[in-house]
Nanobody, 127 residues
Framework: QVQLVESGGGSVQAGGSLRLSCAVSGRAFSRYAMAWFRQAPGKEREFVAAISWSGGNTAYTDFLKGRFTISRDNAKNTNLRMNSLKPEDTAVYYC?????????????????????WGQGTQVTVSS
C-alpha cells in the first residue's frame, strides 16, 4: 500500500518562507512522479508544481512567478520551498504521486493523473 505523508505546514507572516516535505512509502521499485496541489477555502484544488522521478524535469503554475521551488531528496521524497509568501497562498497543500513505470523524466500537472495523495498540510499566511 502506497502512503504519502506531508510535513512542514504552519503559519507565517506575509513575506516569510516555509518548506513542505512529502515522503512516499510503499512499493520499493516504482518510479514516482510527484507534485503539489493546493486548495483554498471555497475554491477548487489547483496545481502548484510537479517533478519527475529523476528530478530533472519540473513544472510550475504561472502565478507562482518563481516564488516556489520543487525538489527531490531521493526517489521517494519531495520538497516544496515557498518564499515571499502572500495571504493568497493560504490553503491546504497536498502532495501527490503516481507511478510512471519505466519513465524517469515525465511529470503531470493534472490532479486526475495522480494515483496517490497525502492528507494535506495547512499553510496560513497572515498579512
Amino acid at each position: 500500500q502506497v502512503q504519502l505523508v506531508e510535513s512542514g505546514g504552519g503559519s507565517v507572516q506575509a513575506g516569510g518562507s516555509l518548506r513542505l516535505s512529502c515522503a512516499v512509502s510503499g512499493r520499493a521499485f516504482s518510479r514516482y512522479a510527484m507534485a503539489w496541489f493546493r486548495q483554498a477555502p471555497g475554491k477548487e484544488r489547483e496545481f502548484v508544481a510537479a517533478i519527475s522521478w529523476s528530478g530533472g524535469n519540473t513544472a510550475y503554475t504561472d502565478f507562482l512567478k518563481g516564488r516556489f521551488t520543487i525538489s527531490r531528496d531521493n526517489a521517494k521524497n519531495t520538497n516544496l520551498r515557498m518564499n515571499s509568501l502572500k495571504p493568497e497562498d493560504t490553503a491546504v497543500y497536498y502532495c501527490a504521486a503516481t507511478n510512471t513505470l519505466h519513465s524517469g523524466s515525465v511529470y503531470y500537472t493534472n490532479d486526475w493523473e495522480y494515483a496517490y495523495w497525502g492528507q494535506g498540510t495547512q499553510v496560513t499566511v497572515s498579512s
